[in-house]
């Protein structure tokens, strides 16, 4: 499916979408790491089964990148592609709304690696409450000063899951809890977990919490 949107670089992909289509109480939202496909990321379904009430859709980045640099680098230096990335999420939902009259406390957001982070920059940016939200090895974007600058608002006790290992290369222990204290200062009922050994991965842990929170 194509769901147009006029911010390039992103805008203008594909966007895989599977469950009910014709009368969805629910959806999921579900974005690729960097170097990954929409079709990676969906196949995290086969993990549980798909409520029939739900939709879910998968959108593809351009070149399979959301954003250039890392994530922890101050936001300039991953424009104008982190716009587009976020409003290519703020288009999919509103696309939901407009579509299907599915209201934001039924819909799930999650992500991994790159799709995790720009999951946790959206609610950030987004607060309300959300179905669910699954941060798989990810943070929030920018520069120290960038992610512990506040945004009013509330994510009124949305489930948030935020999971990764210790030891990730890519993503900076530091980060990972300074996103969790961030989200939970704003009310969102935070499941924060540290791993060991798992490396840079998708964990059981945030298949099940998506899981639950979709049932």
Sequence with gaps: MKIPNSMLPHGDQVVLVIGNTVNPQKALLLLHGRGATAEDILSITTHFDVPKDLLVLAP??????????????PQEANQPDLHSSLERI???ITFIHTQYKIPHNHIALGGFSQGACLVAEFVKQNPRHYLGVAISSGGLIGSE???TQNIEGSLAGTPLYIGCDENDFHIPKQRVTTTANYLREHRADVTLRLYSDLGHTIHNEGFE???EALQ
Aim: net charge neutral; charged share 25%.
């Design 145 to 147: 000063a960038e992610v």
């Design 90 to 92: 703020s288009s999919l």
């Design 209 to 211: 919490f998506l899981k």
């Design 60 to 73: 593809q980045a351009a070149r399979n990148t959301w954003y250039p640099e890392r994530f922890i680098e």
